[in-house]
C-alpha cells in the first residue's frame, strides 16, 4: 500500500462583487488576453476581459497604439467608453471623436473607421445576444433632460426616506436587455440588494459606498468606473447627491 496522500487543493470560488474597471484598465497582468486572427483589426483583438464564464455580457478592456483601422462589421452591441486618450470612429463620412470620459453604443454590424493620435484605452462592455438592427453609432448624450425614474430602490430594502431618481435612455437593445443612459438620485440608503443583471456605473457627481456579502466594502466618486457583477449582493449607501451613466445587463 502506497504511503503517498495526494493533498487537497482548496479551490478559490469567485464571490461576484464590484470591479474597478479603471483599476483593472490599469493593470495589464489582469484578466484574460483575447485570442484573435491574426488578420483581425486591433479595435477587435487588442482586449483583455473579466474572467466571467462565456455568458450573455463580456466586459473589459481594449488598447490601441497610435494608427488606424477598419471593422468591417462589428459582432454585437457593444458600448465603449475612453479610459486615456482620444479616438476617432468615422462611419459614412460622418466622424465621431470620443475623449477621455466621453462613450458611445457601437451597434451590432456597424462598420467604420478609427483612428487614433496616441495610445488609447477604452473599457467596453458586449452584449452578446445582440441582433443586427440599423449598424449605427450612437454618442452617449451629456447632460441629458431626464424625467422621472422607474427604477429607483424597493421600498422594502430602503433604510432612508425614499429618494428622488430621474432618468435618461439613450440605447435600449430590440429585446429590451440591455440599456445604457444617464440616472441621478438625492441621498439614500439601503439594505443589500441581490443583484440579478450586471451594472457599469462612471459617476458623473457624488459618491457611493458598496459592501457585499463578504464584508467587502468599496467607495467610488465622481470621475470612477466600476461595475457590480450579476448575482452580487451589495448595499448601497450615498450622503449626497449622485448622478451617473449607466449600462445595464437585465435578463428578461
Excluded at 59 to 71: C, D
Excluded at 76 to 90: A, M, P, R, W
Excluded at 177 to 185: P, V
Amino acid at each position: 500500500m502506497s504511503n503517498f496522500q495526494q493533498a487537497a487543493v482548496a479551490v478559490p470560488v469567485h464571490t461576484p462583487s464590484f470591479v474597478d474597471l479603471r483599476k483593472f484598465a490599469q493593470e495589464p497582468g489582469r484578466g484574460i488576453a483575447v485570442a484573435a486572427p491574426a488578420a483581425e483589426d486591433r479595435f477587435l483583438a487588442s482586449r483583455r476581459i473579466l474572467d466571467w464564464a462565456p455568458g450573455p455580457v463580456t466586459a473589459g478592456v481594449i488598447t490601441l497604439a497610435a494608427g488606424s483601422g477598419a471593422v468591417q462589421a462589428l459582432p454585437n452591441d457593444e458600448f465603449i467608453i475612453v479610459h486615456q486618450g482620444s479616438l476617432t470612429l468615422t462611419q459614412q463620412g460622418t466622424a465621431l471623436t470620443l475623449g477621455p470620459n466621453q462613450s458611445a453604443i457601437l451597434k451590432h454590424g456597424a462598420a467604420f473607421t478609427w483612428s487614433a493620435q496616441g495610445p488609447v484605452s477604452l473599457i467596453f462592455v458586449r452584449y452578446n445576444k445582440s441582433r443586427a438592427g440599423d449598424r449605427a453609432i450612437v454618442p452617449i448624450r451629456e447632460n441629458p433632460e431626464m424625467g422621472p425614474s422607474a427604477g429607483g430602490p424597493a421600498p422594502d430594502l430602503l433604510l432612508t426616506p425614499t429618494p428622488v431618481c430621474r432618468n435618461y435612455t439613450d440605447y435600449k437593445s430590440e429585446d429590451g436587455e440591455f440599456t445604457c443612459g444617464t440616472w441621478d438620485s438625492t441621498p439614500y440608503a439601503r439594505r443589500a440588494l441581490y443583484f440579478r443583471h450586471m451594472e457599469l456605473m462612471y459617476l458623473l457627481g457624488g459618491s457611493v459606498t458598496f459592501v457585499d456579502e463578504t464584508g467587502r466594502s468599496g467607495t467610488f466618486s465622481k470621475g470612477d468606473i466600476f461595475l457590480i457583477e450579476q448575482k452580487a449582493s451589495c448595499t448601497w449607501d450615498s450622503r449626497e447627491h449622485v448622478a451617473k451613466l449607466y449600462v445595464i445587463y437585465r435578463p428578461a
